[in-house]
């Protein structure tokens, strides 16, 4: 603490990040595949993504290298962005309590570890993921904390249907 800073166990700089057990599972993950592997991988999609020419409407399943790379490289990061929003809006409504989590694109699950992270009230999550690769990396993966149970739904059966989400009056 020479610098006068004092920074919090479960933050680097001010910024959350993603609890031990869930970067050991990450590394385990990156384990299966070599770095240079995971670097093109992370290089391929970077460039799609930044591409003004690329349609990024129809997204293309993922390869299961892909799926990997994506998570590990992407999760931290996701998980402190969704870490640092969820914080604020806890701070904003203090007794903001919410026992299920809804995650649509769900990817890996970082919104899950962050919300659970936040919220002691959290008692369900329900992640819904589009792409089955990253699906199966979403399942390798450890729970976020034993007192959420989750469901994890793999959409891509339903992928070319056009589903109507309606909030009830009681819930909007």
Avoid: C
């Amino acid at each position: 603490m020479r610098s006068g800073i004092q920074v919090a166990p479960d933050t680097l700089l001010g910024v959350p990040v993603p609890p031990p057990k869930l970067m050991a599972a990450l590394d385990d993950l990156a384990a299966g595949v070599s770095a240079q592997r995971l670097a093109a991988e992370v290089d391929r999609w970077q460039a799609r993504y930044h591409d003004p020419a690329a349609d990024l409407s129809h997204a293309a399943q993922l390869r299961p290298e892909q799926a990997i790379a994506y998570a590990v490289y992407r999760m931290p990061a996701t998980y402190a962005a969704t870490a640092t929003a969820l914080s604020a809006l806890a701070a904003a409504i203090p007794n903001l309590a919410p026992a299920t989590l809804l995650d649509l694109g769900s990817g890996a699950g970082a919104a899950t570890w962050a919300a659970a992270e936040t919220f002691a009230s959290l008692q369900e999550s329900i992640a819904l993921e589009r792409d089955p690769e990253m699906t199966a990396v979403a399942r390798r993966l450890p729970p976020a904390l034993d007192r959420v149970s989750g469901q994890l739904a793999d959409l891509s059966a339903i992928k070319n249907s056009r589903p109507l989400i309606w909030p009830s009056p009681a819930t909007a």
